[in-house]
């Protein structure tokens, strides 16, 4: 007996569905921990335009290959997914518009076109296609054991060049007009972090589906900005975050047939979030109204020698 | 054969979205001092800077450090940016900015370990901000802020230090600490460029200044430069400072 058999038998599961909850797991820890730079960014729209913009992506790869296989699927989501990416920075580069306003562009279109290719083929009836649909709101019933552990994979390496790059990462973010000055990339290392978000957006399609998984990437850093003020900290808190909403809204939906896993994934995702507003020790709600009903305790703000 | 300027800029010329801001800039500095970048709002000081330090590409001309061009010698350029220009609720305390400065000692990959620690702590402390180390920046009063932004600064160990409006908005206590520290820097026989818009503090404050209003108007001497008809032509079509100017040119000439 493998070891992956027994950790599954211990806790009562089948071996595919052990794998693919600990491929859940490991997707939303390295969502969380990447998302943590594109939140300090101020970037977390562009996630969320990759995300919608993985659908047409699928579809053309279904229609091309006529595979049901999730890593050509994932490969075709990743391609559009770049290259909406492009099309946001061509629009900022060579017209006037701006980022918001691009970013929505962006979404709205690959999202009506992904829509409308994937129920094209359903509605001609092309065999397999329905499956297609569950890449909007997620479903991890149809993974295998391979495809749990390339999902695996993708997330520990994203993990490990967080982890290896958080110097150069955090000094672009916090202060990219220094770090150019300093002789840093700062366009490279910006891209990179925007690809890891790509990547992770992509590789979370199963967990949360292209309409939510955004939420995977921005919830868990913004709950884990409201416990402490540290970078590294924060990195840390919302790899936890996500993998616990990550794992929570997996499991609700295993347990209530005919609810798709994304849903789920955000509710568990926003609870975090709840919570991390009303009770973080400083920035939390409940801690500013007590500081206000005693404002002379105060002295944080007074200029000192 | 003469050593090369410390710093020369020869034509720059900066556009954004094909509008230029600056045109055919020239400019040499020669040896150690103060030396302040004066103009109206808009005039392009800041973008000078950012032109020098490769931050803004340039549509012309070209600048050189010690008659190399900047990649050769970006360790020994130093640059504190404008206040505005980061976020100040961002999850780091005032020691974990200052060790950005060293940063570039480090190159890649390498962590900041004890040695950077003890040095970073060394140079909150010369700017008066030791006890505040551990404090989220956030929570730091505006000329605290820049204080932290000047320690950094001194932990590149640059020998040209550039600085985007150090004085701007800041309490007078960190004012002089500021003021301070960047003489000290000067008598240590390094170049400190600073952008300034307050014309009264100027005059009394900077050996040599350059005034500058898209274009370059005058540069030299502090007492030859900041003459009535340069200011004059510097802040043409601004008449709200007028007045100021006045008294500025008054208290030009009161300092020996």
């Known amino acids: ?305 | 054969m003469s050593a090369p300027p410390l710093l020369e800029l020869h034509d720059v010329t900066v556009a954004y979205h094909g509008r230029p801001v600056l045109w055919h800039v020239d400019l040499a500095v020669q040896s150690p001092c103060l030396f302040g970048i004066i103009g109206p709002n808009g005039a392009g000081k800041s973008t000078l800077i950012k032109a020098a330090l490769g931050i803004v590409p340039l549509v012309e001309g070209w600048v050189h450090f010690w008659g190399k061009p900047l990649d050769q010698v970006r360790g020994r350029v130093g640059y504190v940016p404008q206040r505005e220009s980061v976020d100040w609720d961002f999850p780091v305390r005032a020691i974990d900015v200052v060790l950005m400065g060293t940063y570039h000692r480090l190159g890649w990959l390498r962590r900041v370990g004890r040695a950077e620690r003890e040095f970073a702590q060394a140079c909150l402390d010369r700017v008066g901000m030791a006890d505040f180390a551990t404090r989220q920046i956030g929570r730091l009063s505006g000329g605290q802020q820049q204080r932290v932004f000047l320690a950094r600064a001194l932990a590149q160990q640059a020998e040209i230090y550039f600085l985007d409006e150090p004085l701007a908005g800041v309490d007078a206590q960190s004012q002089q600490q500021i003021f301070r520290v960047l003489s000290e820097l000067r008598d240590e026989g390094k170049l400190v460029l600073i952008v300034h818009h307050d014309l009264r503090t100027a005059a009394s404050w900077f050996d040599r200044v350059a005034l500058v209003d898209m274009r370059l108007v005058a540069a030299g001497p502090t007492a030859d430069v900041l003459s009535r008809e340069n200011l004059a032509r510097t802040y043409s079509g601004h008449h709200e400072v007028l007045d100021e100017l006045g008294r500025a040119v008054e208290a030009g000439r009161r300092t020996p």
């Open chain 1, 1 to 305: 007996m493998s070891l992956l058999t027994a950790a599954a038998h211990v806790l009562g599961l089948s071996p595919n569905t052990f794998v693919v909850t600990v491929g859940m797991a490991a997707v939303g820890m390295a969502a969380g921990v990447v998302g943590c730079f594109s939140v300090l960014r101020r970037r977390a729209l562009v996630g969320d335009a990759a995300a919608h913009a993985t659908l047409p992506g699928v579809a053309i790869a279904f229609a091309i290959t006529g595979s049901r296989g999730l890593p050509v699927l994932l490969l075709g989501a990743a391609l559009s997914a770049v290259a909406s990416l492009g099309v946001l920075v061509l629009l900022r580069r060579f017209t006037r518009t701006r980022e918001d306003a691009a970013t929505a562009i962006v979404i709205g279109v690959s999202f009506g076109v992904g829509v409308a290719l994937i129920s094209g083929l359903v509605a001609r009836g092309v065999p397999g296609s329905g499956g297609l649909e569950r890449f909007l709101l997620g479903s991890t019933a149809s993974l295998s054991t391979a495809d749990a552990t390339m999902l695996v994979v993708v997330s520990l390496v994203a993990m490990a060049l967080v982890a290896a790059f958080t110097k150069e990462a955090t000094l672009v973010s916090f202060d990219p007009g220094f770090a150019a000055a300093a002789g840093w990339p700062v366009w490279w290392i910006d891209f990179a972090l925007v690809a890891l978000t790509a990547v992770m957006v992509v590789v979370g399609l199963p967990a949360a589906g292209a309409v939510l998984v955004t939420a995977l990437v921005v919830i868990p850093p913004v709950a884990a900005r409201q416990w402490t003020d540290r970078v590294g900290v924060m990195l840390v808190l919302a790899g936890l975050f996500g993998l616990a909403a990550s794992l929570l809204g997996v499991a609700l939906s295993a347990t209530i047939p005919g609810l798709a896993t994304g849903p789920m994934v955000v509710l568990a995702a926003s609870a975090i979030f709840t919570v991390s507003l009303l009770l973080a020790p400083k920035r939390g709600l409940l801690a500013i109204a007590m500081r206000a009903r005693q404002p002379l305790s105060l002295p944080l703000e007074r200029a000192q020698p």
